[in-house]
């Protein structure tokens, strides 16, 4: 599966802004989407997941309550709804896929195999 992700930009503290991940392949309800944020000088993190059936999600205690998770099985796309932006949500934000694997490891950013390339997502104070 191919994932291409847009919607990033430069925003004011306090804003929103929604991210689109479109995915091109397999069926797309198969798999576990995921968006990941990577910080200059920081590691990789999860910020929110959302399971393939069950539709169950995974949020980072960073962003409960401002961020949220969606996705959209017939377009084959997952959006991330960002709100109430923080400068330290400034990053690259990543969505990620997978298929087949073990809800323990829904958080880790090894168990995905696809990714997009990246949405620069940058919050000004």
């Known amino acids: 599966v191919q994932l291409q992700a847009s919607g990033g930009g430069l925003v004011q503290a306090g804003g929103s802004l929604r991210l689109s991940c479109a995915a091109s392949?397999?069926?797309?309800?198969?798999?576990?989407m995921a968006w990941f944020r990577q910080a200059p000088g920081k590691e990789r993190e999860l910020v929110v997941a959302i399971r393939s059936r069950s539709g169950s999600t995974y949020y980072a205690d960073s962003v409960k309550g401002r961020f949220t998770i969606s996705r959209d099985n017939a377009k084959g796309t997952v959006y991330l709804q960002m709100n109430s932006l923080k400068p330290e949500d400034t990053a690259v934000y990543y969505c990620?896929?997978?298929?087949?694997?073990?809800?323990?490891?829904?958080?880790?950013?090894?168990?995905?195999?696809?990714w997009g390339q990246g949405t620069l997502v940058t919050v000004s104070s």
């Open positions: 990620a896929g997978r298929r087949g694997k073990i809800l323990s490891t829904v958080r880790l950013a090894d168990s995905y195999d696809y």
């Open positions: 392949g397999r069926p797309f309800s198969s798999y576990d």
